[in-house]
């Protein structure tokens, strides 16, 4: 596994790069899980993250199809865990001094986020407002068809697709309208055999140029509803 860090004198956006490259690492861990070749050991992926061992001598460990499991499970924990493990505990320590346990500890977690949340309201008509397009317009039947089945779906269901387009259903504050949104047109051969994309740094839906409202509604709601969310990004 290897890293890379953004340049503090640039100008890039440093939430965005960062999102990307956390993306960019889950993707490798997959395919290291992946990996059917019994020559897993050429790779040279040793038991170490930025320097850190794994575990106990991890720089002479390397990973095998055998132990590929636990170096995953190790990792994800380290950059988790126990990479923030003392900023969080500062954190938690001035959380505290403000929020003395004693005060919201009496609530279920359920409770707690209605009290610190509210209940949400959801101006879904918003997202249609906001959207911009990229290859196709607003007048386009995929996209007609595209609001028409997005509007059709329950609660529950729109929430998924907020996860699946921004990787969370909370709303940010302001509401819907200080989301941002663009859809994007693929103009592919065989589109209906493919589901529709997001890239959840940037708001995008990449939306397959579907020959009927039925496909769409199909993979728009096979997407959102059984979409590992960082995976599918």
């Known amino acids: 596994m290897h890293s890379c860090e953004v340049n503090a004198d640039s100008k890039v956006n440093v939430a965005y790069v960062s999102c990307y490259l956390l993306v960019d690492h889950i993707r490798s861990l997959k395919a290291l899980l992946d990996y059917e070749d019994e020559t897993l050991e050429q790779l040279e992926q040793d038991f170490t993250v930025k320097g850190h061992e794994l575990i106990p001598n991890g720089g002479e460990v390397l990973v095998t199809q055998g132990n590929r499991q636990t170096?995953?499970?190790l990792y994800v924990d380290f950059v988790f865990n126990k990479s923030v493990e003392r900023q969080f505990e500062a954190f938690a320590e001035g959380f505290g001094r403000a929020c003395p346990a004693q005060t919201w500890k009496i609530f279920h977690p359920d409770e707690l986020r209605m009290?610190?949340?509210?209940?949400?309201?959801?101006?879904?008509?918003?997202l249609r407002k906001i959207a911009e397009y990229e290859g196709c317009e607003s007048a386009d039947m995929l996209i007609q068809n595209f609001w028409r089945v997005l509007f059709e779906l329950s609660k529950e269901d729109k929430l998924k697709f907020l996860t699946?387009?921004?990787?969370t259903y909370r709303l940010p504050f302001g509401g819907l309208a200080k989301r941002q949104l663009k859809i994007v047109r693929l103009n592919m051969d065989s589109a209906d055999e493919y589901?529709?994309?997001a890239n959840i740094c940037y708001g995008t839906l990449q939306l397959p140029n579907y020959s009927s409202i039925d496909i769409?509604?199909?993979?728009?709601?096979?997407a959102i509803i059984y979409c590992d969310v960082i995976g599918m990004v």
């Not at 009290?115 to 918003?126: N, P, R, S, T, V």
């Not at 699946?164 to 990787?167: N, P, R, S």
């Not at 769409?216 to 096979?222: A, I, M």
């Open 71 to 73: 170096f995953v499970d």
């Open 115 to 126: 009290l610190i949340f509210g209940e949400a309201e959801y101006e879904w008509e918003d």
């Open 164 to 167: 699946f387009i921004y990787g």
């Open 195 to 197: 589901f529709p994309r």
């Open 216 to 222: 769409l509604r199909d993979k728009l709601t096979h």
